[in-house]
């Protein structure tokens, strides 16, 4: 059946209320699916101080617009983050937080981010990343990436002295 809207009202972003002629009110979700992907290193073992580059894409499968379209990518605390870039909007990083705010992304829309990523101390580089928007997502299981597969091995300088020669029987 259809039904003729005669009126719209609004209750914050996502939800769309329509008031028909003669069937009351109906509330319309307005939803979008952001998607993650991302790059990591080869995983191994690597001596403390070696960089490496990690690359995000975050995408809105649709089928609506993402407001307020972000990435936010933790670190663990062995780690220094080196010139996060992005395709779109601004990044900042503020302990060991890497967060890009990318605005509204239409359906089909992408944004790229590209950061380098040191070993400051040994154990495993934990990276946990998640992209969000103020709408509730259609498919919550594609909104995360978690990886710690590269391990940075803490260098131990040995040095040994002779002091004294074996005797000889």
Not at 55 to 61: E, G, H, P, T
Not at 113 to 134: D, E, L
Not at 140 to 166: H, K, M, Y
């Amino acid at each position: 059946t259809f039904r003729r809207i005669t009126a719209f009202a609004s209750d914050g972003p996502g939800v769309l209320y329509a008031g028909a002629t003669y069937t009351g009110l109906h509330q319309y979700t307005v939803s979008p699916d952001l998607q993650i992907t991302a790059q990591a290193p080869t995983a191994g073992t690597f001596p403390v101080g070696t960089q490496f580059p990690w690359q995000a894409q975050v995408r809105n499968n649709g089928p609506h617009a993402a407001t307020l379209a972000r990435l936010t990518w933790q670190l663990g605390a062995n780690t220094n983050i080196i010139s996060p870039t992005s395709s779109r909007g601004q990044c900042v990083v503020a302990s060991q937080v890497l967060t890009c705010d990318f605005g509204v992304m239409q359906p089909g829309e992408t944004a790229d981010v590209n950061m380098t990523v040191q070993g400051a101390s040994g154990g495993a580089i934990r990276i946990q990343a998640s992209a969000v928007a103020a709408e509730q997502d259609l498919d919550a299981t594609n909104n995360t990436f978690t990886d710690a597969g590269v391990r940075i091995l803490e260098q131990i300088d040995l040095n040994a002295t002779v002091l004294a020669s074996a005797a000889t029987v």
